[in-house]
């Protein structure tokens, strides 16, 4: 069956960096798009973007491009969120989602990792 | 980038009852809607997708429609397990967007 799971809940500090990961299985892991969607405490779902798991081109919404990046490591089915200079309102817990086909950027998501949690505070 | 408008913010209705939710988009997404459903503490699961389909293992009582800016999803008798927030999301256009919720709760 399809899963992605994802790292654990992390702990920074205003400035620091934290990378996410979610490993998938169950599927070929390079026809498939990994979203990404982050979620504020008591708040809706907000849109990172995607990276295209055949060529490793990431697409950032706007307001996420500079110190996000999306990534990939295909030999372990795994993609990666890396957040640089954390700030308190990056706070948030972070999905990776499946999205349900093709390559056009334009998804709807179809499984979803756990969610990870990053907490940033002093 | 679309604005997904969903209402009400909070529907409080009891088991058995009809749910009506809507979503109203700021420009036409022709049937480009799904629909999830979040419990708390866990992520969201799709539930509709191209305004009417039903997500596998989405059981019957789940239905979408609508086309352009309207769309409605209707649960046609609530269980204990519906109650829940739910969230639609367009992909006619990216960015990709989502509603701002719907929160299902028992009266």
């Known amino acids: 069956q399809v899963q992605l799971v994802q790292s654990e809940s992390e702990l920074k500090k205003p400035g620091a960096s934290v990378k996410v990961s979610c490993r998938a299985s169950g599927y070929t892991f390079t026809n498939y798009a990994i979203n990404w969607v982050r979620q504020a405490p008591g708040r809706g779902l907000e849109y990172l973007g995607w990276i295209n798991t055949d060529t490793r081109n990431p697409t950032y919404a706007q307001g996420f491009t500079g110190r996000f990046v999306f990534s990939l490591d295909t030999s372990v089915r795994t993609a990666y969120l890396q957040i640089s200079s954390l700030e308190a309102e990056d706070t948030a817990v972070y999905y990776c989602a499946r999205g349900d086909y093709g390559t056009s950027g334009k998804y709807f998501f179809d499984f979803w990792g756990q969610g990870t949690l990053v907490t940033v505070s002093s | 980038d679309i604005v997904l408008t969903q209402s009400p913010a909070t529907l409080s209705l009891s088991p058995g009852e009809r749910a009506t939710l809507s979503c109203r988009a700021s420009?036409?997404?022709?049937?480009?809607l799904a629909w999830y459903q979040q419990k708390p503490g866990l992520a969201p699961r799709l539930l509709i997708y191209?305004?009417?389909n039903r997500a596998t293992g989405i059981p019957a009582r789940f239905s979408g429609s609508g086309s352009g800016r309207d769309f409605t999803l209707t649960i046609s008798s609530l269980e204990p397990e519906d109650y829940a927030v739910y969230y639609c999301?367009?992909?006619?256009?990216?960015?990709?967007?989502f509603g701002g919720g719907t929160k299902m709760e028992i009266k």
């Open positions: 999301q367009q992909r006619s256009t990216w960015p990709l967007t």
């Open positions: 191209d305004a009417s």
């Open positions: 420009q036409s997404v022709s049937r480009s």
